[in-house]
């Protein structure tokens, strides 16, 4: 039997604090890996000079992508290799010595998986605190519900990054969740692993993230929901069936919160998103006043006297 070839490849901006520690987890890798891939992507600090200087310490290749972008970055490294399994590795992050192992031994030789989901930790740089995030056991509800793992814990197929060709470049977030979307309208034999948390995820502030960058991302992340809800009405109605009352309460908030943070769209994403009969609870953003409106004009109604609330 062949062996299972497997790759890193870490996409760097500005990450001349943490490079090196990335790095090193990914050389710790129990299960022999056959490239380490880091793509500088223009970083304007002193990254690039940091990759070749380690060079010498470790086995890795560097090269530069002009194009920004982690995606660019992403499938400029996946690219240039030739394993069955591709780790994307953020820079800030952190490998478990024996994930690669571990989730190669539950791939066990099949052609038909997309991607490993996995748990893992997110850790705050300034604080030092950490959550332990799960992998939803239903990957398509998991998918919906952003619970599907994230870039640096899963585990991708280079068979399926070839037949969806990579990331979406023009995509600035819901990166990795467009993707695993695109993969499992090919596969849905996605492999949800709980067992341990396998990765740690670090969270910087960056401060350079603006409010209107916060609200495009909310807005990205709802068109997507929208998609891959309608995909599931028509598709797989059956499991679209089994999504619960939580979750439409979760989607209905993030709807509102669209509203309230001046984005657009949100009663066409109510129409995508929500059931006929849904009834939201008193909430926050959910005062009785629009319940009641709601109830008796309709969802988009409420939502327009919101939005004109918002003005005075």
């Not at 600090?45 to 940091?50: A, R």
């Not at 052609?111 to 605190?129: L, M, Y």
Request: charged content about 25%; some cysteine.
């Amino acid at each position: 039997m062949n062996r299972t070839s497997v790759s890193i490849v870490i996409p760097c901006y500005n990450v001349e604090q943490f490079v090196e520690q990335a790095i090193n987890s990914a050389q710790s890798q129990t299960y022999s890996i056959d490239q380490i891939i880091c793509v500088d992507n223009e970083s304007t600090d002193s990254t690039l000079d940091v990759l070749n200087s380690l060079k010498s310490k470790f086995d890795i290749t560097v090269v530069r992508e002009q194009k920004r972008g982690a995606p660019t970055a992403r499938n400029t490294g996946w690219r240039m290799c030739d394993s069955d399994w591709i780790q994307f590795l953020d820079a800030d992050d952190i490998l478990n010595p024996s994930k690669i192992e571990h989730q190669i031994s539950l791939i066990n030789s099949s052609t038909d998986v997309p991607f490993v989901a996995s748990r893992t930790i997110k850790r705050s740089v300034e604080t030092g605190e950490e959550k332990d995030w799960h992998v939803h056991h239903q990957p398509w509800h998991g998918l919906l519900q952003n619970k599907l793992g994230i870039t640096s814990a899963n585990l991708y197929s280079r068979r399926f990054l070839d037949l969806v060709n990579g990331w979406k470049e023009e995509l600035e977030s819901s990166q990795e969740y467009d993707l695993m979307f695109r993969m499992m309208r090919l596969s849905d034999k996605v492999i949800v692993d709980n067992a341990h948390p396998l990765s740690i995820i670090r969270s910087r502030s960056e401060g350079s993230i603006s409010a209107q960058n916060i609200k495009e991302n909310k807005h990205r992340f709802l068109r997507l929901m929208s998609e891959i809800g309608e995909y599931l009405k028509t598709e797989k109605p059956e499991i679209y069936s089994e999504l619960d009352d939580e979750f439409f309460q979760d989607m209905f908030i993030r709807i509102r919160l669209n509203t309230i943070d001046g984005g657009s769209n949100s009663s066409y994403f109510f129409k995508q998103l929500i059931p006929p009969g849904f009834t939201p609870k008193v909430h926050e953003f959910t005062p009785k006043w629009f319940k009641g409106i709601m109830r008796i004009f309709g969802f988009g109604v409420a939502d327009k006297i919101q939005a004109f609330r918002r003005r005075f």
